[in-house]
Protein backbone atom coordinates (compact mmCIF):
# COMPACT_ATOMS: atom_id res chain seq x y z
CA UNK A 1 0.00 0.00 0.00
CA UNK A 2 2.62 2.31 0.62
CA UNK A 3 4.30 2.15 -3.06
CA UNK A 4 1.08 3.84 -4.53
CA UNK A 5 1.49 7.19 -2.70
CA UNK A 6 4.95 6.81 -3.92
CA UNK A 7 4.19 6.18 -7.51
CA UNK A 8 1.52 8.69 -7.72
CA UNK A 9 4.56 11.70 -5.96
CA UNK A 10 7.03 10.49 -8.87
CA UNK A 11 4.19 10.78 -11.82
CA UNK A 12 3.00 14.57 -9.44
CA UNK A 13 6.65 15.44 -9.75
CA UNK A 14 7.40 14.42 -13.90
CA UNK A 15 3.98 16.13 -14.89
CA UNK A 16 4.91 19.27 -13.20
CA UNK A 17 8.87 18.95 -14.56
CA UNK A 18 7.19 18.66 -17.68
CA UNK A 19 4.73 21.70 -17.77
CA UNK A 20 7.87 24.04 -16.70
CA UNK A 21 10.05 22.68 -19.22
CA UNK A 22 10.63 24.92 -22.52
CA UNK A 23 10.72 23.11 -25.73
CA UNK A 24 14.57 23.61 -25.12
CA UNK A 25 15.37 21.72 -21.97
CA UNK A 26 13.33 18.39 -22.79
CA UNK A 27 15.91 15.20 -22.97
CA UNK A 28 15.84 13.62 -26.69
CA UNK A 29 17.79 11.28 -28.48
CA UNK A 30 19.10 11.65 -32.03
CA UNK A 31 18.33 9.75 -34.38
CA UNK A 32 21.71 7.73 -33.51
CA UNK A 33 20.67 7.09 -30.31
CA UNK A 34 22.78 10.01 -28.61
CA UNK A 35 21.41 11.41 -25.76
CA UNK A 36 20.29 15.55 -26.08
CA UNK A 37 18.32 18.09 -25.77
CA UNK A 38 16.56 21.01 -28.54
CA UNK A 39 18.88 23.60 -26.98
CA UNK A 40 21.03 23.06 -30.13
CA UNK A 41 17.75 25.18 -31.71
CA UNK A 42 17.68 27.75 -29.07
CA UNK A 43 16.81 31.35 -31.50
CA UNK A 44 15.11 29.38 -33.98
CA UNK A 45 12.19 28.56 -35.29
CA UNK A 46 11.30 24.84 -35.27
CA UNK A 47 8.42 22.88 -37.48
CA UNK A 48 8.60 19.72 -35.16
CA UNK A 49 6.85 16.65 -37.17
CA UNK A 50 5.90 13.38 -36.03
CA UNK A 51 6.73 11.07 -39.42
CA UNK A 52 6.65 7.93 -40.67
CA UNK A 53 7.94 5.69 -43.60
CA UNK A 54 4.86 3.52 -44.78
CA UNK A 55 2.13 6.27 -44.78
CA UNK A 56 0.01 7.49 -47.46
CA UNK A 57 1.32 11.14 -46.37
CA UNK A 58 4.85 9.92 -46.03
CA UNK A 59 5.38 11.98 -49.33
CA UNK A 60 5.41 15.18 -47.28
CA UNK A 61 9.23 14.50 -46.41
CA UNK A 62 9.86 16.05 -50.04
CA UNK A 63 7.76 18.99 -48.95
CA UNK A 64 9.67 18.95 -45.30
CA UNK A 65 12.91 18.63 -47.07
CA UNK A 66 12.35 21.88 -49.77
CA UNK A 67 11.07 23.65 -46.79
CA UNK A 68 14.05 23.17 -44.77
CA UNK A 69 16.66 23.97 -47.60
CA UNK A 70 14.26 27.25 -48.18
CA UNK A 71 14.33 28.87 -44.53
CA UNK A 72 17.13 26.80 -42.98
CA UNK A 73 20.19 30.44 -43.46
CA UNK A 74 17.57 32.48 -41.71
CA UNK A 75 17.01 30.41 -38.42
CA UNK A 76 15.17 27.43 -39.26
CA UNK A 77 14.95 23.66 -38.98
CA UNK A 78 12.76 21.10 -39.44
CA UNK A 79 12.78 18.11 -36.52
CA UNK A 80 11.25 14.99 -37.54
CA UNK A 81 10.36 12.61 -34.87
CA UNK A 82 9.36 9.06 -35.98
CA UNK A 83 6.27 6.83 -34.51
CA UNK A 84 4.92 4.07 -35.34
CA UNK A 85 1.62 4.65 -33.23
CA UNK A 86 -0.63 4.81 -35.93
CA UNK A 87 -1.41 1.40 -38.19
CA UNK A 88 2.53 0.55 -37.56
CA UNK A 89 3.40 2.74 -40.58
CA UNK A 90 6.90 3.37 -38.78
CA UNK A 91 8.18 -0.20 -38.33
CA UNK A 92 11.73 0.36 -38.72
CA UNK A 93 14.95 0.92 -36.76
CA UNK A 94 16.34 4.28 -36.43
CA UNK A 95 19.39 2.92 -38.79
CA UNK A 96 16.35 1.85 -40.98
CA UNK A 97 14.83 4.98 -40.67
CA UNK A 98 17.65 7.25 -41.89
CA UNK A 99 18.63 5.18 -44.47
CA UNK A 100 15.05 5.26 -46.00
CA UNK A 101 14.81 8.87 -45.39
CA UNK A 102 18.02 9.51 -46.52
CA UNK A 103 18.05 7.71 -49.87
CA UNK A 104 14.32 8.06 -50.78
CA UNK A 105 13.83 11.83 -49.66
CA UNK A 106 17.33 13.32 -49.51
CA UNK A 107 16.18 14.49 -46.00
CA UNK A 108 18.92 16.67 -44.41
CA UNK A 109 17.36 17.85 -41.28
CA UNK A 110 17.42 16.58 -38.37
CA UNK A 111 15.99 13.38 -37.11
CA UNK A 112 15.18 11.87 -34.00
CA UNK A 113 14.61 8.50 -31.67
CA UNK A 114 11.77 6.89 -32.68
CA UNK A 115 8.72 7.90 -29.70
CA UNK A 116 5.19 8.00 -29.01
CA UNK A 117 3.42 11.01 -29.65
CA UNK A 118 0.67 10.06 -27.68
CA UNK A 119 -0.94 7.29 -24.72
CA UNK A 120 0.52 6.54 -21.37
CA UNK A 121 4.11 6.37 -22.93
CA UNK A 122 4.06 9.62 -24.80
CA UNK A 123 7.41 11.02 -25.27
CA UNK A 124 8.01 14.52 -22.85
CA UNK A 125 8.20 16.29 -25.76
CA UNK A 126 4.78 15.70 -26.97
CA UNK A 127 3.60 16.06 -23.03
CA UNK A 128 4.85 19.86 -23.37
CA UNK A 129 3.70 20.23 -27.51
CA UNK A 130 0.21 18.18 -27.03
CA UNK A 131 -0.66 17.85 -23.49
CA UNK A 132 -2.68 19.54 -20.75
CA UNK A 133 -0.90 22.40 -20.37
CA UNK A 134 -0.27 23.23 -24.39
CA UNK A 135 -2.16 25.91 -25.93
CA UNK A 136 -2.88 22.73 -28.93
CA UNK A 137 -3.82 20.32 -26.52
CA UNK A 138 -5.11 17.23 -27.79
CA UNK A 139 -4.16 13.92 -28.91
CA UNK A 140 -2.16 13.76 -32.53
CA UNK A 141 -4.09 12.56 -34.95
CA UNK A 142 -2.48 11.02 -37.04
CA UNK A 143 1.45 10.76 -38.31
CA UNK A 144 2.49 14.02 -39.87
CA UNK A 145 1.34 16.26 -37.50
CA UNK A 146 2.80 19.79 -37.00
CA UNK A 147 3.88 22.07 -34.63
CA UNK A 148 5.45 25.36 -35.27
CA UNK A 149 7.66 26.51 -32.42
CA UNK A 150 8.98 30.55 -32.07
CA UNK A 151 12.34 31.01 -31.60
CA UNK A 152 11.63 31.38 -27.40
CA UNK A 153 10.58 27.79 -27.46
CA UNK A 154 6.89 28.67 -27.74
CA UNK A 155 4.47 26.80 -29.42
CA UNK A 156 2.49 29.40 -32.40
CA UNK A 157 0.16 26.92 -34.31
CA UNK A 158 -0.42 23.05 -34.92
CA UNK A 159 -0.88 21.84 -38.33
CA UNK A 160 -3.06 18.92 -38.85
CA UNK A 161 -1.38 16.30 -40.66
CA UNK A 162 -2.89 16.77 -44.25
CA UNK A 163 -1.66 20.23 -43.78
CA UNK A 164 1.34 20.14 -46.47
CA UNK A 165 4.64 22.23 -45.14
CA UNK A 166 4.46 23.56 -48.56
CA UNK A 167 1.15 25.15 -47.60
CA UNK A 168 0.52 28.48 -47.92
CA UNK A 169 -1.03 28.54 -43.83
CA UNK A 170 2.43 26.90 -42.88
CA UNK A 171 4.54 29.24 -45.01
CA UNK A 172 3.10 32.31 -44.12
CA UNK A 173 3.29 30.66 -40.41
CA UNK A 174 7.17 30.43 -40.61
CA UNK A 175 7.90 33.69 -42.28
CA UNK A 176 5.44 35.40 -39.53
CA UNK A 177 7.91 33.39 -36.82
CA UNK A 178 11.15 34.12 -38.81
CA UNK A 179 9.88 38.06 -39.06
CA UNK A 180 9.92 38.12 -35.31
CA UNK A 181 13.18 38.66 -33.44
Same mark, same amino acid.
Given at each position: ?? @? ?9 ? +??? /? ?7 EIA ?10 ? #?? !????VLL????? @? ?16 ? !? ?16 ? +? ?12 ? @?? !? ?19 ? !? ?9 ? /? ?6 ? #? ?6 ? #? ?28
Amino acid at each position: MK @SLPIVAAMLLI +QTL /AARGASVHEIAVKDIDGKETTL #GA !YKGKVLLIVNVA @SKCGLTPQYKALETTYEK !YKDKGFAVLGFPCNQFRG +QEPGNNEQIKEFCS @SK !YNVTFPLFDKIDVNGPKRHPL !YNTLAGKESPF /AGDIEWNF #GKFLIGRD #GKIIKRFKPTTTPDSPEVTAAIEAALATK
